[in-house]
């Protein structure tokens, strides 16, 4: 229930860098959906939910952001997602929010879950009382 940082292995060569990972391999779920987030700048708050099912990976693939993770027994975290050799995983249950982005962020997730509005809890109030 603990959001953790996962290093991807770079394989880097005189051409540039690739990351590569698969379902359970480097991520640990099998990625039933792809999404990206960009355009978003200045003040600009993402995500403020927390999902009943799906777990995340989420990596900065260009420029950086921060995301703010609060986990079910309270405890809150920052992290600043700046490199594409980075992943930040999210359990299920984990309130997040997406901010302080650059200009150039692209911000790739990977999720266990195809989209289902209904298993999205977007309400701080609701997602506590819910715990
Ligand atoms: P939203 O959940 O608000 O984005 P975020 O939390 O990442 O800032 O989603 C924005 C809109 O996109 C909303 O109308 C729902 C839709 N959406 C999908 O249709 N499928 C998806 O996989 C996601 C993440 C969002």
Redesign the pocket.
Known sequence: MTPEILSFTEFGDSRGQLVAVESCRGIPFEIK?V?W?YG?EGDTV????ANKRARFVLVCVSGSCSVMTIEPNGVTQNYRLDSPAVGLYLPAMVWKE?FDFSADAVLL?L?SE??D?SE?I?SIDEWKASL
């Open positions: 959906r999404f987030i978003s993402r995500g403020e939910h997406m997730a999720a195809v989209y509005a999205y977007r």
